[in-house]
């Protein structure tokens, strides 16, 4: 296998590994992707997390208010060409797109002078864990007994009794339809994250990707019908007819709102801003596409954007970086 294509990936990868040193302390990020692979299963050549995917371009414009937030060269006004995956949450490339979980959205804007911006956003408005040991923690507690092939459920009670923020995501989940289509949800950033102007002035917020036509989602009976391989032929088939963008728009935090976790959003009540639109101009024909050999590290951002302190966000890069490592020694898939 020919890992030159692959050296820019990898660079960057390495880099945002580099920029993340203070977390690794925290957790050991080998170990977390260790912790995936024994309890959701390894699939060589798959990613281990949002393993069923496909790969997309498009271009994104960002707005004058926007421009009046950050100098990011995202918000120039002119069409910035970016990534984009499309998946379903979890470990298994088979997974069933007909149930109620999570779906992804994940860019990479290639920006002016070598400058990327990448993101994995999420339908849900909260992550699944406030801390990367946390994390790690519920990935272990729900870990296959080799006996009975399940998870113990006193296990997984204990930890979830002791950590009940790691059952929020799952409600949510629960209280919303399966989505029509990848095209027909909501997918936020979860993280908080500051907007610098030319002045130095610092905009806090949190954004979502919300889909221009509305978000959509079907009946139990539309998702048995559909089947579970329907996304991709459905995304397909709405990115042919020009009917997939979303609008990229930042929640504005107001004072006293927490910014350092990943499973408390900002209040419903906070004015959301415009940055622009995203609109997806072509998806992959098959396995392959320009998305293949990415993992999207949301601490690569361009001049302009800022991270917030959430101890997840910064930890996030290191286990992206072996598992982009191990993946593509194995012959990267999607």
Known sequence: ???????APLALAAAAL???????????????????????????GYRRSGAKGLCATGEFVGSAEARALSVASAFGGKPVPVVVRFSVGGANPNAADNTKTQRNLAL???????????????SAPVFGAATPEQLLGRVESLRPDPATKAADPAKVKAFADANPEVLLQGRYFASQ????????????????FAFVDARGRKTWGKWVFEPIG?????????????????????????????NVA???????????????SAVVPLPAERRKVSLGKLRITEVAPDGGGACLALTFIPTVLPKGVEPSA??????????YAIGLGRRLGEGARQ
């Open 246 to 260: 979303f609008d990229f728009q930042l929640q504005i935090a107001d004072s006293g709102d927490k910014l350092d």
């Open 214 to 242: 509305g978000a959509a989602g079907l009946s139990d009976d539309e998702a048995k019908a559909k089947g579970p391989n329907f996304l991709a032929a459905d995304l397909r088939e709405r990115v042919k007819a020009g």
């Open 310 to 319: 959430d101890p997840l966000l910064g930890a996030r890069a290191a286990p």
């Open 1 to 7: 296998m020919t890992l030159s294509r692959f050296a």
């Open 108 to 122: 990479q804007f290639n920006l002016p002078d070598g400058e990327s911006w990448q993101m994995g956003n999420i």
């Open 18 to 44: 580099a920029a993340s040193a203070s977390a690794q302390a925290q957790a050991d990020p080998g170990k977390l992707v260790d912790a995936f692979e024994s309890t959701f299963g390894k699939h060589e």
């Open 177 to 192: 339809p399966v989505p029509a289509s990848f095209a027909s949800v909501n997918y936020w950033g979860v993280h908080a």
